[in-house]
Nanobody, 126 residues
Framework: VQLQASGGGLVLPGGSLNLSCAAA????????IGWFRQASSTEREGVSC????????FYTYSVKGRFTISGDAAKNAVHLQMDSLKFEDTAVYFC????????????????????WGQGTLVTVSS
């Protein structure tokens, strides 16, 4: 199982970025995908997840209405569209895969994801 995150960069407040997580080594529906982020000196925070079994999605409160997670079965990928970015969204973003991990109440727990990609840095700055 391999995960490759991409799409990070430097963006102005209010701007947008689209992160992608390309998966390899497993079928699209076998693992749920989560996005986490970690700013300096903070714990890893669950941002969003998508169940690739039934399309269920969850978002952390601070990104609701601004971020959208979606799956691309043809490319075995998951995207995180991030709009109206704020300074506090600055972090390294990671995608992770876990079996039945995108479940209410537990999707934010990193330990539920067995596979992690390398991070991609998102910097929101003026």
């Amino acid at each position: 199982v391999q995960l490759q995150a991409s799409g990070g960069g430097l963006v102005l407040p209010g701007g947008s970025l689209n992160l992608s997580c390309a998966a390899a080594g497993f079928n699209y529906g076998d693992y749920d995908i989560g996005w986490f982020r970690q700013a300096s000196s903070t714990e890893r925070e669950g941002v969003s997840c998508i169940s690739r079994r039934d399309g269920t999605t969850f978002y952390t409160y601070s990104v609701k209405g601004r971020f959208t997670i979606s799956g691309d079965a043809a490319k075995n990928a998951v995207h995180l569209q991030m709009d109206s970015l704020k300074f506090e969204d600055t972090a390294v973003y990671f995608c992770a895969a876990g079996r039945r991990a995108c479940v209410r109440g537990v999707w934010v727990l990193p330990r539920n994801y067995g596979y992690w990609g390398q991070g991609t840095l998102v910097t929101v700055s003026s």
